[in-house]
């Protein structure tokens, strides 16, 4: 059964740091694009950055380039959030999902396009105050 398992949210004063966790199971890891999400309350869904475990290729959406960076760690199956210089506006429901790629090298194009991601998380709570 594929599974992927959030943790590390919290709450944070403006300026702080969190790292999320994401652990991957039920599947070969270095077949897949593991991404992260968020939803504030009341607004839809978006794609925060994504990592793809064949090639260590990256990206992230504008809101998190500069402030976080994705990485992993193969022999855990994990994949982690670092976020740093957090804002207000970043509070909300992070969510990690996982989709199979074919890809042998990047990423495909819309990387963040929630419909790719067929395995989804139950999220966790990140609240920044100001």
């Known amino acids: 059964e594929v599974q992927v398992v959030e943790s590390g949210g919290g709450s944070v004063q403006a300026g702080g740091s969190l790292r999320l966790s994401c652990a991957a199971s039920?599947?070969?890891?270095?077949?897949?694009?593991i991404g992260w999400f968020r939803q504030a309350p009341g607004k839809e869904r978006e794609g925060v950055s994504c990592?793809?475990?064949?090639?260590?290729?990256?990206y992230y959406a504008e809101s998190a380039k500069g402030r976080f960076t994705i990485s992993s760690d193969n022999a855990k199956n994990t994949v982690y959030l670092q976020m740093n210089s957090l804002k207000p506006e970043d509070t909300a429901v992070y969510y990690c999902?996982?989709?199979?790629?074919?890809?042998?090298?990047?990423?495909?194009?819309?990387?963040?396009?929630?419909?790719?991601?067929?395995?989804w998380g139950q999220g966790t709570q990140v609240t920044v105050s100001s």
């Open positions: 990592f793809s475990s064949v090639d260590g290729s990256t």
């Open positions: 999902a996982a989709h199979y790629t074919t890809i042998q090298g990047g990423l495909d194009t819309s990387p963040l396009a929630t419909y790719r991601y067929d395995y």
């Open positions: 039920g599947f070969s890891f270095d077949e897949y694009v």
